[in-house]
């Protein structure tokens, strides 16, 4: 007989964050993130992370009496029982902000996470070898450099952290203000310098895309071998994104969400028609995030990559996006948000399950870097994470880290994220506006 789940904990927890630029406005000093904790009667534990929000919490407060209770080995019966009790929430939507603001497909994969953890310890399998038809696909998984534009700390009063001892040149760099192309290839030599990359990833919608365009020639000259791409998160209308991107095109892999929703046209009719007018491949964490929305990319064909992060596809669900890709030509990747260690363990899981030829996956873990709340976080080498051979996810929880991480949680009295926040304070009264980057007033 499989162990019983005894207790179920739901821990919402906070890090450092610097003041990384983006579509929806200025990162503020901290990330919300939430930690799942199953308990089992063998003395196991089973771990997921999740953003946070006061929706999130009560969803996983709704799951609880499926979960408590249940085998380690009934994994598909409490995520199908905890979908069922979510579904009468009445539908979501993903919503225009470059996060995603769904609630029940980060209830599910939270239990998923730390059901799979558990089910795998009680199996002696690692959860990679668990997932999609085919299970283990590689032991590394490739991730890209993941760049922001920076706003300058200075110009708030918000506790930003500060570096007092750097160790290398990431640490010189990464809570500085980072304007410029040179700026930005700085961040890409020493982030290279510390963790290999070869594919970088620059984060726009923030300023004009011509001065974006000029960060990415920065960083072919700095890295002219590396795969590029720059993701305004859809800011830019369709004649826009032609504009901004033809010339650069030669030194882009693909373009992230280019365009998105304009007037009466759909995010992926105009990426469709950007992929006709521009002949590059796109990628997309926006307008392909659930399966009917995948449907309808791939027959107006707007996708070459869906970056399908199992935080909002689930991680079973992300695999099947990856079976998908791998059978019909197309490209599987991951987005990311801000996280802890526990998703960089669940992200790597999954992309170790994906068959074929998938792309270096997205992670902010290079922002967060030396925060922890397990015992040993993966470390990205040569630009890789090695796919662990232990049981579950492969990590162990340090309880005094999450405590304290819930301490900084309780300290700051914000239950979501909100870039708007910081951004007032580079220009006042600033408002999303999901068609204008975010410093273009
Ligand atoms: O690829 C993306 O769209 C993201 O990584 C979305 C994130 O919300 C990003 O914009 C951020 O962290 O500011
Ligand atoms: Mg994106």
């Not at 700390?153 to 040149?169: E, M, Q, R």
């Not at 998938?358 to 709340?373: K, L």
Request: a negative charge; charged letters at 25%.
């Amino acid at each position: 007989m499989f162990p019983k789940i005894t207790r179920m904990n739901i821990v919402p927890v906070a890090g450092e964050d610097g003041f990384l630029l983006n579509l929806s406005g200025g990162h503020a000093p901290w990330f919300i993130r939430c930690v799942l904790v199953l308990e089992d009667e063998s003395g196991n534990r089973g771990v997921g992370e999740i953003p946070s929000s006061e929706g999130i919490l009560k969803g996983l407060e709704q799951c609880r009496s499926l979960v408590e209770g249940a085998r380690v080995n009934e994994v598909k019966k409490v995520l199908s029982q905890s979908r069922a009790v979510l579904s009468r929430n009445g539908p979501e939507e993903r919503g225009r902000q470059t996060f995603d603001l769904r609630v029940a497909v980060h209830v599910i994969t939270a239990i998923e996470s730390a059901l799979f953890d558990l089910f795998g310890q009680a199996m002696g399998m690692p959860v990679a070898d668990l997932l999609g038809q085919f299970g283990r696909q590689r032991d590394e998984v490739e991730a890209l450099g993941y760049l922001f534009l920076l706003g300058d700390p200075d110009k708030t009063d918000l506790p930003y952290p500060k570096t007092t001892n750097p160790v290398d040149a990431w640490d010189e760099v990464r809570y500085r203000e980072a304007m410029t192309p040179d700026a930005v290839a700085n961040l890409a030599r020493a982030a290279y310098e510390r963790y290999g990359f070869k594919d970088f990833k620059l984060k726009g919608g923030v300023l004009p895309g011509e001065k974006e365009a000029d960060c990415i020639r920065a960083l072919h000259e700095a890295f002219p071998e590396a795969r590029l791409t720059l993701d305004p998160n859809g800011a830019w209308t369709l004649d826009e994104a032609v504009r901004v991107l033809e010339p650069i095109k030669h030194l882009l892999s693909y373009a992230e969400d280019p365009c998105g929703q304009q007037g009466s046209y759909s995010g992926r009719e105009t990426m469709a028609e950007f992929k006709k007018r521009t002949g590059l491949p796109t990628a997309t964490n926006m307008i392909a995030t659930d399966y009917k929305q995948l449907k309808l990319a791939v027959e107006l064909n707007a996708v070459d990559i869906p970056l399908a992060d199992c935080h909002f596809w689930t991680m079973q669900g992300a695999v099947a996006v990856g079976e998908l890709c791998n059978e019909w030509g197309m490209t599987w990747g991951s987005h990311s948000n801000n996280h802890f260690d526990i998703s960089l363990a669940m992200m790597t899981h999954v992309a170790a399950a994906c068959p074929g030829e998938i792309t270096a996956i997205d992670t902010h873990w290079i922002w967060q870097d030396g925060q922890r709340i397990t015992r040993e976080p993966f470390q990205i080498r040569d630009g890789k994470l090695k796919v662990p051979t232990t049981p579950g996810l492969g990590i162990e929880l340090d309880d005094e880290k999450l405590m304290e991480a819930h301490q900084k949680y309780r300290s700051l009295d914000v239950t979501q994220r909100n870039d708007a926040m910081a951004m007032q304070y580079l220009i006042k009264g600033w408002e999303f506006d999901p068609k204008r980057p975010a410093l273009v007033r």
